[in-house]
């Protein structure tokens, strides 16, 4: 299931619906992504997402089906905030439910380390010195690529 | 064509999304930068270093080589940092 919305999540609830009635489930795993008030040197004080209404749920949707095809998940959750959000919010949560925790743990690594190269989002923060656009992180790209070479 | 631009590109270009008649000149990605960098000195900024630039048609990522049509939705935005 995917969801992008302004307001905050619960994260006990959340993972109670997602496993829910089904006991065929014998794990979870999750991501949960806050802000930091940090942004290489400089303290950060806020942070504005913008996205891209549309292709955001779309690509999120073909980022989950893809996980559903390379492992035997149960069930799947992306939900991801947009808007203005300070140091300690939740941006992201990614779970993940299994009969067995290889699975589960592998398809949320996936989730989150696709779902930063690939979904329309984009952060500005504020610091300050002012307002800056966030830049992309090489590092994102290779986390990415690993998922990329076939073993 | 619908354009839409997104983060420091709408902040530059100074607009969200406008609709463009396509140019005849026009016929794929790559043209489509080139012609929409001569719109003015606030395209031609934010449009000056295409290794920063990611376009999407039609809500898919896409390469220079792609072709545009008069129908497309074209969004022209930063290298993505979510999560």
Known sequence: ?151 | MHLLYFAWLRAKIGTAEEELALPSQVHDVKSLLDWLKTRGPNYAEALKDLGTVRVAVNQDYVGPEHRVRDGDEIAIFPPVTGG
């Not at chain 1, 950060?44 to 073909?62: C, R």
């Open chain 1, 1 to 151: 299931m995917i969801r992008v919305q302004r307001e905050d999540f619960d994260v006990g609830a959340e993972l109670e619906a997602l496993t829910k009635g089904n006991p065929r489930i014998g794990g979870v795993a999750s991501f949960i992504g806050l802000v930091r008030d940090m942004g290489g040197s400089d303290r950060v004080t806020a942070l504005t997402l913008e996205h891209y209404p549309g292709m955001t749920e779309k690509k999120l949707a073909e980022i989950e089906a893809e996980a559903n095809k390379r492992w035997p998940l149960d069930a799947s959750l992306i939900i991801h905030r947009y808007g203005r959000l300070e140091p300690g919010d939740r941006i992201v949560l990614v779970a993940t439910a299994s009969p067995h925790r290889e699975a589960a743990l592998a398809a949320c690594h996936f989730l989150i380390d696709w779902l930063k190269t690939d979904a329309p989002f984009w952060k500005s923060e504020e610091t300050p010195e002012g307002k800056r656009w966030v830049e992309k992180r090489a590092e994102d790209d290779a986390a990415t690529q690993r998922w990329t070479i076939k073993s």
